[in-house]
């Protein structure tokens, strides 16, 4: 199984970006799945979940109310649609899914929550 990030790039503060992660194999849609980010110098840290069934999601204090993360378990991919980019949003942001299946909609925010983890894709928000 492989998580594959897509749809980062460079773009000016208050613009906006989509990022898609597509996972191979068939069992994407029982897992719930997180988005995080780094930047340099700094820890990787969580932006978003979700829950396996969509039902529920997270989102950090500083991206709320402007990104929103979702899922089309059809076609096995999370998203992570980024508005009103700031300058302080630039990083590398990676999706992740989480060690075992899930049996609830629970939500998950730790690393140590996840084990598969895609390459990473480079966002830059400039000023």
């Known amino acids: 199984v492989q998580l594959v990030e897509s749809g980062g790039g460079l773009v000016q503060a208050g613009g906006s970006l989509r990022l898609s992660c597509a996972a191979s194999?068939?069992?994407?849609?029982?897992?719930?799945m997180g988005w995080f980010r780094q930047a340099p110098g700094k820890e990787r840290e969580v932006v978003a979940a979700?829950?396996?069934?969509?039902?529920?999601?997270y989102y950090t204090d500083f991206v709320k109310g402007r990104f929103t993360i979702s899922r089309d378990n059809a076609k096995n991919t999370v998203y992570l649609q980024m508005n009103s980019l700031k300058p302080e949003d630039t990083a590398v942001y990676y999706c992740?899914?989480?060690?075992?299946?899930?049996?609830?909609?629970?939500?998950?925010?730790?690393?140590?929550?996840?084990?598969?983890w895609g390459q990473g894709t480079q966002v830059t928000v400039s000023s």
């Open positions: 979700i829950s396996w069934t969509g039902s529920n999601t």
């Open positions: 194999g068939r069992t994407f849609s029982t897992y719930a």
């Open positions: 992740a899914r989480r060690r075992v299946p899930a049996t609830y909609s629970s939500l998950y925010t730790s690393l140590s929550d996840y084990d598969l």
